[in-house]
């Protein structure tokens, strides 16, 4: 029996088995690097609806309490936040978010998107090389650095005209240039690469057909630009605008030492806090029922945001359907 | 004649062309402001000692962001050594093992929901899930942690756009030969894409350093340099709290006064460290745009 070998002392087989014996096995070990890769991939692929929804669970479970204890009609609706004594009514917050949101959209939109027709229509080539660096290194400064650059540069523009204007009131406070204007200011810079990079992309992205049929028709470059151009990309900028809207609602550090962090309703030349301003300023001495609150105004923002990421996906989606068509 | 070869002059059309090039002249002022503004004011607190020593207790008597600077690293490297392994195995799985169906709706969705949250929840998430995990009130690792979430939707869309780009007929030719998927994936596609992940780990890196809400209640504020007497302290230093580069420049920001003037010098190394992250992500994503 000179033909066999022995395999593990017991089993004796062929030579030509044995070698079928460990080809097979290296297929079993391949398969089940296989299987195994499957398996962890798949395990990377859903780890993010996972934090999604622990992120949702946890700013719920740690949210809900307090909302519950202060009453959610109180907290939403109630117009003092003065955490010594135990009041804790959001209302100034959520309004002051919204108009200062509001007012940074307004100023930030207009200007976005004329930016982004300069980029992708009107720019000479080298203009628009000098142009676009200048965007994205806009995107990429920190927020705390707006805040910096705003305490410093934009503060005193306003405390000059907040002296200008309220020269003979007596009721005003006067807010040292930390107020709304301020805040919408450097919101409304923070939020200009969005909405320029989104637009510039919808922009490009219409068929070059739709404006030879306009100049077709007699109509001037500017003309086409208003009039076919930006309405054939306005899903594409419509999305801009509610991820910008999304930006400014969540910024914090950029308007920490602008916005003067008092709990007044919102007016241009008032000192306010914003939702997130609130959560900032607050949550490192805070404790006990004033600390889930500040959960509990986590909770509202964190229902914002979703709010708007179901608005930009309903976009999104009757954009693509556009294009289909 | 006349009249027929005439170009039309409307004075709407001039209005709007000067609103156009007025809006990409005052945005292209900004940045220059900014950028001339900061410089101008970073050098007055500038100096050698201020980048290559620590500030220790308040009230400060030395002014230095080294420890700054090391923490910042210390979370840069342990948010990607965590997300860029999960973003590139969720990118594999979304783009070469996932048919599409509900599911990958949902991960789709899920994506773009991380990357709308803004950062000051993710800090309050982070504080509570974190700390519920560890037990650490402060700890560069929660900071870290906390921003790999953050990230992960950058990871993930810049990988999956890599993997696009490369030939289908690739994938059919290592299958052709008798080639297993995740042989396949680990020879052929990851090579080819590299410079797409590449470019996802700069855009992150940018993020990172840039963060700050998020970190101001998970990694907290401490300035200290390491106190590195073993090996292992180099691993314990990441349960301890450390304030990065954003969080000290807000920390002198909001003191004001005198300080005022290291916030300008960090922005400044802030300023620098941004512009680098541009150029090499630029460089990157013209490299694998061209595969």
């Known amino acids: 029996m000179e033909d066999t070998v022995k395999l593990t002392g017991t089993v004796s087989v062929k030579k030509s088995e044995a070698a079928l014996i460990k080809k097979t096995s290296r297929a079993v070990r391949k398969n089940a690097t296989e299987t195994v890769m499957k398996i962890v991939l798949f395990i990377c692929g859903i780890t993010g609806v996972a934090s999604v929804i622990l992120i949702t669970l946890y700013m719920i479970l740690s949210g809900a309490p307090a909302i519950a204890k202060i009453g959610i009609i109180n907290f939403l609706f109630g117009d003092t936040w003065y955490a010594k004594k135990g009041e804790f009514g959001i209302l100034p917050m959520i309004l002051t978010s919204i108009t200062g949101t509001t007012g940074a959209i307004i100023i930030g939109v207009p200007m976005g998107l004329l930016t982004a027709v300069f980029l992708a229509e009107t720019a000479p080539k080298s203009l628009r090389n000098a142009v676009k660096p200048a965007i994205e290194l806009l995107a990429g400064i920190p927020s705390v650095i707006y805040g910096l650059l705003g305490a410093v540069l934009v503060k005193p523009v306003f405390y000059y005209l907040e002296e200008l204007i309220y020269k003979d009131d007596p009721t005003h406070k006067f807010t040292g240039g930390a107020n709304l204007a301020s805040a919408m200011v450097v919101l409304s810079i923070m939020i200009l690469p969005t909405i320029i990079n989104i637009s510039e992309t919808a922009i490009k992205a219409v068929p070059e057909e739709f404006r030879e049929a306009s100049y077709g028709l007699g109509a001037t470059h500017i003309q086409t630009i208003f009039k076919v151009v930006i309405p054939a990309a306005k899903s594409g900028i419509a999305s801009g605008v509610v991820l910008g809207v999304g930006r400014a609602i969540g910024e914090a550090m950029a308007i920490m030492l602008v916005a003067g962090n008092s709990a007044n309703m919102p007016a241009l030349f008032n000192s306010v806090k914003f939702l997130t301003t609130g959560v900032v300023a607050e949550f490192s001495y805070s404790s006990g029922l004033h600390r889930q609150a500040l959960f509990g105004i986590g909770l509202v923002l964190f229902v914002f945001i979703i709010i708007i990421n179901i608005i930009l996906n309903v976009i999104l989606k009757s954009g693509r359907k556009g294009t289909a068509q | ?291």
Not at chain 2, 79 to 90: E, F, N, R, S, Y
Not at chain 2, 112 to 137: D, H, K
């Open chain 2, 1 to 291: 004649m006349n009249e027929l070869t005439r170009k039309r002059i409307r004075i709407s059309d001039i209005v709007l062309k000067a609103l156009i090039l007025l809006s990409a002249v005052i945005t292209t002022a900004v940045v220059a402001a900014i950028i001339i503004y900061i410089v101008k004011r970073g050098l007055e607190g500038m100096s050698l000692n201020f980048i290559t020593t620590a500030a220790f207790s308040y009230p400060y008597e030395n002014y230095g962001i080294l420890g700054n600077i090391i923490n910042t690293l210390y979370i840069i490297i342990i948010t990607l050594l965590v997300a860029v392994p999960i973003g590139v195995g969720a990118a594999i799985y979304l783009t070469e093992y996932a048919k599409r169906s509900r599911l990958t709706t949902i991960i789709e969705f899920a994506t773009e929901t991380l990357a709308g949250i803004p950062s000051i929840i993710y800090g309050l998430f982070g504080s509570v899930f974190f700390y519920n995990l560890f037990r650490l009130q402060y700890s560069i690792l929660s900071g870290s942690l906390t921003l790999s979430l953050m990230i992960l939707p950058t990871i993930i869309r810049t990988t999956e756009e890599a993997i696009k780009t490369v030939p289908i007929s690739y994938r059919e030719g290592a299958m052709g030969i008798g080639a297993t998927k995740w042989y396949m994936i680990r020879t052929v596609i990851l090579p080819c894409c590299i410079d797409g992940i590449l470019t996802s780990v700069i855009l992150s890196i940018g993020r990172i350093v840039g963060e700050s809400a998020a970190l101001l209640f998970t990694a907290g504020i401490a300035a200290e340099l390491p106190n590195f007497k073993s090996f292992t302290d180099i691993f314990t230093k990441a349960g301890g709290a450390g304030g990065t580069l954003t969080v000290q420049l807000y920390q002198y920001a909001q003191r004001g006064g005198g300080e005022m003037k290291y916030a300008f010098s960090t922005a400044l190394v802030l300023l620098i460290v941004v512009m680098v992250i541009n150029v090499f992500a630029k460089l990157a994503a013209r490299k694998f745009r061209k595969v």
